[in-house]
């Protein structure tokens, strides 16, 4: 059963708009939240992070929201670009340490022009 | 500064043959990972190295080793490939610690006939 998941495997978002990608997860112990950006034919690469003391962590144009108590989290772009057109993955990890995050299946996200 | 390289990009491999797919970073991270990532499921670690000298098996193990070479390279052995290895495998690093990031090579496609 997947710890992390993804529910939406595709979106579409006309460029310009909020684009909201979601992220639940079952295990109450995990504690810490990345998000990852992933292009076609490259690997994934770090976007934000977010730890349980915090409810909200902002960089730029992208926020990442944590709800603990419904086990749910999101990344918010603000706005979209074409170049944000991409997969992105959640992973979760209850200690913060590069071997125990668990990896969602990923949204593939289209910024539409 | 190439970060983290793998090498081959392709491969394609017969039930039963063998190859080594290769991993090097030039970041001085202390860790090392193997993950692969099939269609529909998040990323999955194979197996890490928490430092030189030292290796671990991650989720899902079974048919692959590793070797940490040195501080910078880390390889995957398949030993008798199997159709089940078909998939997209990728290399990653960090330093080791607090909600570090992992720095992603760009990955290896395998496919097993």
């Known amino acids: 059963d997947q710890q992390v998941k993804q529910n939406s495997p595709s979106l579409s978002v006309q460029e310009g708009r909020i684009s909201i990608l979601n992220c639940d997860y079952t295990?109450?112990?995990?504690?810490?939240f990345l998000w990852y950006k992933k292009y076609p034919a490259e690997g994934p690469t770090f976007l934000i992070s977010i730890s349980s003391i915090k409810d909200k962590n902002e960089d730029g144009r992208f926020t990442v929201f944590l709800n603990k108590s419904a086990k749910h989290l999101s990344l918010h772009i603000v706005p979209s670009q074409p170049g944000d057109s991409a997969v992105y993955f959640c992973?979760?990890?209850?200690?913060?340490?590069?071997?125990?995050?668990?990896f969602g299946p990923g949204t593939r996200l289209s910024v539409l022009p | 500064n190439a970060g983290v390289t793998q090498t081959p990009k392709f491969q394609v491999l017969k039930t039963g043959q063998s190859m080594t797919l290769q991993c090097a970073q030039d970041m001085n991270h202390n860790s090392m990972y193997w993950y692969r990532q099939d269609p529909g499921m998040g990323l999955r670690l194979i197996y890490y190295s928490a430092s030189e000298g030292t290796t671990d098996k991650g989720e899902v193990p079974n048919g692959y080793n590793v070797s940490r070479l040195n501080k910078r390279e880390f390889s995957l052995r398949l030993e008798s490939a199997a159709p089940s290895q078909t998939s997209v495998y990728f290399c990653?690093?960090?330093?080791?610690?607090?909600?570090?990031?992992?720095?992603f090579g760009p990955g290896t496609r395998l496919l097993v006939l």
């Open positions: 990653a690093s960090d330093s080791g610690g607090a909600l570090m990031s992992q720095y």
């Open positions: 295990n109450s112990m995990f504690d810490y």
């Open positions: 992973a979760a990890s209850d200690d913060n340490y590069g071997q125990n995050f668990v």
